[in-house]
């Protein structure tokens, strides 16, 4: 398949032909014969002819979409979110989809061979990807930063079209949505099942810290000085404990962590201005955690934070501070601290140990926070699970 670049998006509202409630016309995917739900596109996974319309005058149009067949009538709607996840969760988009993974802010759709992103219109504190165009720009974000740290993974940008014969990836037609093109990683080189398995070595730490440190040495510097950095970082410290005791966390705990994080912000604001003298605040990846880490030759890191530029922009103290936290929590302190050891042979960093506690405090708080908001849309029985993992990063903010 050959992936061209496309550099934007009309924003106008997209419209296609998509299959419909019709006497017989309804069958669960893959199962010709059987009745399937109404108001739904009929998708058949079968490689011979489309199934035969039965009990309406004008029989719906038929598309052949690789190996599967969208069913059309002659009714035009709005493309739905539900009718784009049934084309790509179907046998012929991608050349056979073997699983899709869903998290807070995508669909990943994986084949042998690669991994497609579907951006979901969410609106969030922190984003919003309610249209088109909001979600392009993401996915050309995520292309533009994810190659920084994994060039050889992230391979296009997109679009999803809706053409006269049905949908389609990468072709002519009005566009719908935009996908992220990666190539799909060995998922026994991921760190979390290598750290599991007990098979990353001390060389594998050694190579991420290399990796890494090559990454910072070359990356864009904050354009902040001393006094505004130390503003962000208290205003984002007070905004976290806030909305934490919002949404349900000990007010007594977290009230302890803010008060020591924001005495060692003032208490340390030498170390900190000095850090950005030293041009240590950089545009960093945002979202170093172990399961973002292939340790491939050399160790690529995927999932960059792209949708706010302001949080991925941090002290690359604070950065491997957050992955040394992380390793911890997987039972791995070892790996971490080995990634941190290297890291500074290389650059010659060794921050204050001062602030590594500060920063490691920062952290948890964020994924505390973050464990709380899946609360709110988490199944009712998944719920306690965020909840302690909320509990387990607030009782790490010191340790």
């Given amino acids: 398949m050959t992936w061209k670049m496309r550099e934007t998006c009309g924003g106008q509202v997209m419209r296609a032909e998509i299959a419909r409630k019709s006497a017989g016309l309804d069958r669960v995917h893959g199962r010709p014969g059987e009745s399937g739900p109404a108001n739904r596109p009929c998708w058949c996974a079968e490689s011979g002819d489309a199934p035969e319309h039965e009990g309406s005058r004008d029989p719906p149009q038929r598309l052949r979409l690789g190996t599967a067949w969208l069913l059309l009538q002659s009714t035009s709607v709005t493309i739905e979110l539900a009718d784009k996840l049934a084309f790509l969760r179907a046998s012929g988009a991608f050349d056979g989809v073997i699983d899709v993974i869903e998290t807070h802010m995508s669909w990943v759709f994986l084949t042998e061979r690669c991994a497609f992103k579907l951006k979901k219109p969410v609106h969030l504190p922190y984003i919003d990807y309610r249209t088109i165009e909001r979600r392009h720009r993401s996915c050309d974000n995520e292309l533009r930063l ?18 006269p014969r049905g949908l389609a990836i990468d072709g002519s037609g009005d566009i719908i949505d935009w ?10 080189r991921m760190l979390p099942h290598m750290l599991a398995r007990g098979v990353a070595t001390v060389a594998d730490a050694d190579a991420l810290g290399d990796v890494l440190a090559a990454f910072y040495r070359e990356t864009r510097r904050a354009p902040w000085d001393g006094a505004e950095y130390r503003r962000r970082l208290r205003e984002l410290v007070v905004s976290m404990g806030g909305e934490l005791v919002e949404r349900g966390a000990g007010r007594e705990t977290v009230g302890r962590i803010v008060h020591d994080e924001l005495a060692t912000i003032a208490r340390e604001t030498a170390a900190l201005d000095a850090r950005v003298a030293e041009r240590r605040i950089v545009d960093a990846h945002g979202d170093l955690r172990p399961e973002h880490v292939c ?6 890191v995927i999932d960059p934070l792209e949708f706010d530029d302001d949080l991925r922009t941090l002290d690359t103290a604070s950065e491997l501070a957050f ?27 060794r921050p204050p140990a001062s602030l590594v506690v500060l920063y490691r405090g920062q952290h948890a708080l964020t994924r505390a926070l973050i464990a709380l908001r899946h609360v709110d849309d988490a199944e009712p029985s998944d719920r306690p699970r965020w909840r302690a993992k909320a509990d387990d990063y607030l009782a790490r903010a010191s340790g």
């Fill in 179 to 188: 996908l992220v093109v990666m190539r799909r990683l060995p998922p026994d």
């Fill in 295 to 300: 340790l491939e030759t050399p160790p690529v």
């Fill in 323 to 349: 992955f040394a936290l992380e390793c911890q929590r997987l039972g791995a302190t070892w790996f971490g601290e080995r990634v941190v050891a290297r890291y500074a042979e290389r650059s010659g960093d």
């Fill in 146 to 163: 994810g190659r920084r740290l994994a060039a050889n993974v992230y391979e296009a940008v997109v679009p999803l079209v809706a053409t």
